[in-house]
């Protein structure tokens, strides 16, 4: 079974803006479903495309199945079954020897950075980049599936 394991964090933006940013690629996703338990996410990452498949969430780890679709079917079933896709440019940085995804997001999402990093096991331990701020790993607003139906900029500011 496939397996994912990530932690998600909120950055610090007034030193993420003056840190390097590594390489940077434009991301658009939809989900056909977003039921609680498992989600169908289609993306466009540049040139390739993905259909992925999640189960339910168990603290950062649930199982993932990803695979790589034809761009044409992955743009067919974004126009089809995904509605309130999600738009943004990820960069990709290697600290301390481990992968960060920083995700810059755009349109209704636009103000928010989340940086990610996957990880090998639950108890497996990493060094912070000066960059992170607040760690959001249960906080399932930050869930992309959930961004798509219930956007950033639409949250209530506190």
Known sequence: MGQEIERKFLIKKEIWENSPKGKASY???GYISTEPGKTIRVRIAEDKSFLTIKGKT???VRAEF???????DA???????ASN???????????????WEVDIFSGDNEGLIIAEIELESVEESFSLP???DKEVSGDERYFNSNLSNKPFKKWEKA
Do not use: S
Request: proline letters at 3%.
């Open 27 to 29: 991301l658009k996703q």
């Open 58 to 60: 168990d603290g950062i």
């Open 66 to 72: 990803e695979y790589e679709i034809p761009t044409e």
């Open 75 to 81: 743009n067919e079933l974004l126009n089809l079954f």
């Open 85 to 99: 896709c999600i738009e943004k440019v990820r960069h990709e940085i290697v600290y301390d020897g481990k992968l």
């Open 130 to 132: 000066a960059w992170i």
